[in-house]
Structures are given as C-alpha cells and as structure tokens.
C-alpha cells in the first residue's frame, strides 16, 4: 500500500470545485497557513490556505480521516465570509473520488491575520479520503 498525498488530494479536489476556483483561481495553499509573500489581496484576490492537524485511518484502514484547517483569506471580511460559504458547500456533506465526503468540525470564524492584518475566515472540516494511491 502507497499512502496518498493527503495535502495534494485534497488540494486536487478543491481546484475540481467551480465555486472555490471562481473565488481563488489558482491561490489555494496546501500545508500553508498563509499566502506566500508578496500575496496582495486587494489585488491578487482570495486565497485559500489548508493544513492537516490530525486524524487518523478508518478501519480497515481503506480511508484516511484527516481534520484539516482552512483559512479563507481575502481584502476584506464580507469576500472571506464568501469563500468560507463557498468551502461548506463544496466539503460539507459533499462526495468525490478521492475526498469521500466531508463534515465541518469548526465553523468559520472571522479574525484578522496579526502579522499581515489580512482578514480571514477560520474553520476545520473532518474529510473521508481515500488512503492508497494507485
């Protein structure tokens, strides 16, 4: 058994939801909890920043169950809460091929970033994600 590139999948998955790319384009950050430097969004537009935090396989072991951290990132707060409405409908009770299906495990929670001052929305999803690659 080959385990799966957790991050990468589910990145892949989130690039396949039309709602999410209409929002962030390209700009959706695996295992990052901010948009690379340089990263304006008054100009460039939201972003997406995930990271695994835990989690563990199913039994037997056929899916992994990862709780994974989101941050909706945009120029201002209503844009955030749009990316964070758009994340629940593409993870929360939503099934594919590879992320199975997807619970939400912390509803946004709309803060600003200390460091950048860039306003986000926090939340967390528990995913079903197929473990083995083929």
């Not at 385990?3 to 939801?17: K, S």
């Given at each position: 058994?080959?385990?799966?590139?957790?991050?990468?999948?589910?990145?892949?998955?989130?690039?396949?939801?039309?709602?999410?790319?209409?929002?962030?384009g390209t700009r959706i950050y695996a295992e990052?909890?901010?948009?690379?430097?340089?990263?304006?969004?008054?100009?460039?537009?939201?972003?997406?920043?995930?990271?695994?935090?835990?989690?563990?396989?199913?039994?037997?072991?056929?899916?992994?169950?990862?709780?994974?951290?989101?941050?909706?990132?945009?120029?201002?707060?209503?844009d955030a809460q749009e990316l964070y409405r758009?994340?629940?409908?593409?993870?929360?009770?939503?099934?594919?091929?590879?992320?199975?299906?997807?619970?939400?495990?912390?509803?946004?929670?709309?803060?600003?970033?200390?460091?950048?001052?860039?306003?986000?929305?926090?939340?967390?999803?528990?995913?079903?994600?197929?473990?083995?690659?083929?």
């Amino acid at each position: 058994m080959t385990l799966i590139d957790l991050p990468a999948a589910i990145r892949t998955h989130l690039l396949a939801e039309a709602a999410i790319v209409a929002l962030t384009g390209t700009r959706i950050y695996a295992e990052e909890d901010t948009p690379p430097a340089g990263y304006k969004p008054g100009t460039d537009g939201t972003a997406l920043c995930f990271r695994v935090r835990g989690g563990g396989p199913d039994f037997p072991d056929a899916r992994l169950m990862p709780s994974v951290l989101f941050r909706c990132y945009a120029a201002n707060k209503p844009d955030a809460q749009e990316l964070y409405r758009a994340l629940y409908a593409a993870l929360h009770g939503h099934c594919g091929a590879t992320v199975r299906y997807g619970q939400i495990d912390m509803l946004g929670e709309t803060l600003t970033d200390p460091d950048t001052g860039f306003p986000f929305v926090l939340c967390a999803f528990r995913l079903a994600v197929v473990a083995e690659s083929s």
